[in-house]
């Protein structure tokens, strides 16, 4: 049974312009890491707003080469998950954390708010409706950039030597037809593979 209303995906060209307007607001940096969490690790609100510096560094406070979620974060009993970081992530992660300084503890979020506080799941959620609505992009809201993931994921699976049961464990989804239902189909690439059969 498909879902009555998908969030719309994006496409390079909106993810490079919906970073450049990050560029102008009050927490860029902060801002910036938000987006990338959602469009390169297909992270849901919840997890965004509750992802801990100890899922993304190592014993010794260093940032690891994965994000690892922890099932009281993830959605369900079983929706914890190892995701590689997508370098841009990485990198963006990197510089937070070294503004963020002698704030950075394991137990305290990623995140924060401009008190200094988590933020919750649904400050996360209107956050990002408040984004795309100001860029005038509807159709588009919190799960946006984990359709956009889990898309990108399934288009480049194969070639990468995985199978769509990789992305469905990078979603962390329990089953495999939850994550078909988040996957945008391509009419182009539907054509190119029928006039190569």
């Known amino acids: 049974m498909p879902l009555t209303k998908q969030a719309k995906t994006m496409n390079m060209t909106m993810e490079r312009s919906i970073l450049t307007h990050l560029e ?23 997890e965004i707003a509750q992802l801990k510096w100890s899922m993304i ?78 860029l005038g992009l509807e159709g588009c809201s919190s799960h946006s950039g984990r359709r956009t993931f889990a898309t990108r994921a399934a288009k480049a699976i194969i070639g990468a030597g995985g199978s769509l049961k990789d992305v469905q464990e990078l979603m962390g989804h329990s089953s495999l037809a939850m994550t078909q239902r988040y996957i945008q189909g391509s009419e182009g690439a539907k054509r190119r593979v029928v006039d190569a059969i």
């Open 24 to 46: 102008t607001t009050r927490h860029p940096l902060r801002n910036r890491v938000m987006l990338l969490l959602s469009v390169k690790a297909g992270l849901r609100a919840k």
């Open 57 to 134: 560094t190592d014993a010794e406070g260093n940032l690891g080469e994965a994000l690892h979620l922890v099932n009281t974060v993830a959605k369900g009993r079983h929706g914890g998950r190892v995701i590689p970081f997508n370098k841009d992530l990485r990198a963006a992660l990197a510089v937070l954390k070294t503004e963020t300084g002698e704030r950075v503890r394991p137990e305290t979020t990623v995140i924060s708010s401009e008190r200094g506080g988590p933020m919750s799941a649904i400050t996360v959620t209107n956050w990002f409706f408040n984004l795309y609505k100001e």
